[in-house]
């Protein structure tokens, strides 16, 4: 949560070139303050609270906005700012969403995530698709030991989240997932076998620990191809500069329009979490902890959208998750 403004924060996102190697990140010791090549280890600069929705309630746009609604009115019970997007009140946004892996889900059982994101206007897929690979746990200083830069010709940018999570079990407090992620175009990465293990370890040298042998391919985690439809909903003020943009989404499979998982989230963008107020800092979680207890009988506990994919068949999440 940051003392600037969240416009400000955008802007300051960094796009790095990649010149040199990433190491496996696995093998920096806990105590060190660089990666191997002297970069200093990131950081978490963003907080993402989610609330796993059950996907039965959502069966129309309006659906999205009645859930919104309950959103504004915890706010207002609360003391919190909400600044509606204008956005709120159009078409939702539709990406799709795919995720790669080995048979065995080696990389999901060893706490990566590797996904690729295509946008959709007016039905036609725009921009450059995104690759997003990370590394997920909830122990802080492991995931910032695990150096995630891929070693590309092209730019990429670094996003370290602490994600905020309901506990597994029962309502009215909070778990910590550490999302370290890097993220980019496609068109960034330009090895032509993008479906091989030598290629991806190449691109993300931390895969190499899980790797068994080249010939090694990655394919769609359960033939499951996402379909995200996600409508803005606005940002959430909860004083001293610290702005949360705030989402509602559906995830469900392309084909047979089977509804996966909902989730609602609202994400802060800090540059040094030790410098956010302690009063906001409060104001924030007492609204997470709330809103779980007004929206009770939408929630999904113990579950995740990426885990829910890799459910499809049967595999059961692992402990990371």
């Known amino acids: 949560m940051a003392k600037s403004k969240e416009k ?27 990666y191997a090549d002297g970069t200093p280890l990131d950081r978490v600069q963003y907080l993402e609270a989610k609330l796993i929705l ?4 959502f069966t129309s746009v309006q659906s999205f906005r ?66 997003v690979f990370k590394f997920r746990h909830p122990d802080e200083q492991t995931a910032t030991a695990l150096d995630v830069r891929p070693k590309i ?26 999302s370290h992620n890097c993220q980019f175009g496609l068109s960034q990465m330009h090895d032509a076998d993008k479906a091989s293990m ?31 439809v996600l409508l803005p909903l606005g940002q959430l003020d909860f004083g001293k500069g610290v702005l949360a943009k705030c989402d509602i989404g559906l995830w469900r499979t392309r084909g047979e329009h089977k509804s996966l998982v909902g989730e609602f989230a609202f994400q802060v ?15 924030c979680a007492q609204f997470y902890i709330t809103l779980q207890q007004e929206v009770q009988d939408w929630l999904a506990l113990g579950v995740t959208k990426t885990g829910m994919v890799y459910r499809l068949k049967g595999n059961e999440p692992q402990s990371h998750e």
């Open 8 to 34: 400000q924060n955008g802007k300051k996102d960094k796009m790095k070139k990649a010149t040199v190697g990433a190491g496996s990140g696995a093998a920096v010791a806990a105590a060190t303050t660089v």
């Open 54 to 57: 059950k996907p039965d309630r």
């Open 66 to 131: 009645d859930f919104g609604k309950v959103v504004q009115g915890t706010a207002k019970k609360l003391g919190v700012g909400f600044i509606e997007d204008r956005e709120a009140g159009l078409r939702p946004e539709i990406r799709e969403i795919i995720f790669g892996d080995t048979p065995d889900f080696r990389l999901y059982n060893n706490a990566f995530i590797l996904r690729r994101r295509v946008s959709y206007v007016d039905g036609f897929p725009v921009g450059d698709p995104e690759i």
């Open 153 to 178: 010709a092209g730019k990429y940018r670094i996003k370290f989240k602490a994600e905020a999570l309901p506990l597994k079990d029962q309502l009215g407090g909070y778990r910590l997932l550490y």
């Open 198 to 228: 030598a290629t991806l370890v190449k691109v993300f040298p931390a895969l190499a620990v899980i790797k068994k042998s080249d010939d090694e391919r990655i394919s769609l985690v359960n033939e499951g191809i996402v379909e995200e």
């Open 269 to 283: 963008k800090f540059d040094r979490k030790e410098d956010v107020a302690e009063k906001p800092k409060k104001l």
